[in-house]
């Protein structure tokens, strides 16, 4: 079983729509837990961070289900600038490597 | 504020060669942290430097080797090149070995021909 594993997709959405990715994770030691965006050929950016409560920043809320291994990310009312791949990652050691999951790309259409 | 800056942009190398590429972190980072990334894939762990020693590797073979300077800048040798080493080589910094939140520069797209 990979250590982080998403749906690659590519997801096609119109604008405005709602979409919703999610990821699973293999270690039950993991602490950290993150979204990146990442542009074609570009560097990954980090998007939010996710906390077992919760969170929400504008359109993108995050949730992390420990007991499940489970995270998600929702984008509501999608923009074009939204198209992009979306990782996934872990952080699970003390030195705070991060373990990336391959994407999940998203393209939204007008 | 400076970002993470890295060097070269691109750089195309052949078989059995040597390559080495440099980082510099972002203001007030200490810790410094290598991946790779292949095509279609998410970025992978190489190794982590703080105070100036490796701290942590992932699964790559000794041919991949790296240094921190004083100034907290790094640098990523890979010797004897193979074909399969071509992909986009991440730097990414942090501030200390326990804080999880990493900032990513633009990357050195490696071409081994």
């Known amino acids: 079983r990979k250590e982080v594993e998403q749906d690659p997709g590519p997801f096609n959405v119109p604008e405005g729509a709602t979409v919703a990715f999610n990821c699973t994770y293999s270690n039950s030691a993991s602490q950290s837990f993150f979204w990146y965006r990442q542009d074609c050929r570009k560097e990954p950016k980090l998007l939010m961070s996710?906390?077992?409560s919760g969170n929400e920043d504008g359109r993108f809320t995050a949730q992390l289900n420990r007991a499940s291994q489970y995270i998600s990310l929702l984008i509501r009312d999608s923009k074009l600038s939204d198209s992009a791949t979306y990782l996934c990652v872990v952080g699970s050691s003390g030195y705070s490597t991060l373990t990336f999951g391959k994407g999940t790309m998203l393209l939204v259409s007008p | 504020d400076a970002g993470v800056t890295q060097s070269p942009t691109h750089l195309i190398k052949t078989r059995g060669q040597q390559v080495t590429l440099r980082c510099s972190p972002k203001s007030g980072h200490d810790t410094v942290s290598w991946y790779q990334q292949a095509l279609g894939q998410g970025p992978q762990f190489i190794f982590q430097?703080?105070?100036?020693?490796?701290?942590q590797r992932g699964n790559f073979p000794d041919r991949f080797s790296g240094h921190q300077f004083p100034n907290y800048s790094s640098e990523l040798n890979v010797n004897a090149l193979l074909l399969g080493d071509s992909a986009l080589y991440l730097c990414?910094?942090?501030?200390?070995?326990?804080?999880?939140?990493?900032?990513f520069g633009p990357g050195t797209r490696l071409t081994v021909t």
């Open positions: 996710v906390y077992s």
């Open positions: 990414a910094s942090s501030l200390g070995v326990g804080y999880y939140e990493q900032y």
């Open positions: 430097y703080y105070e100036e020693e490796e701290r």
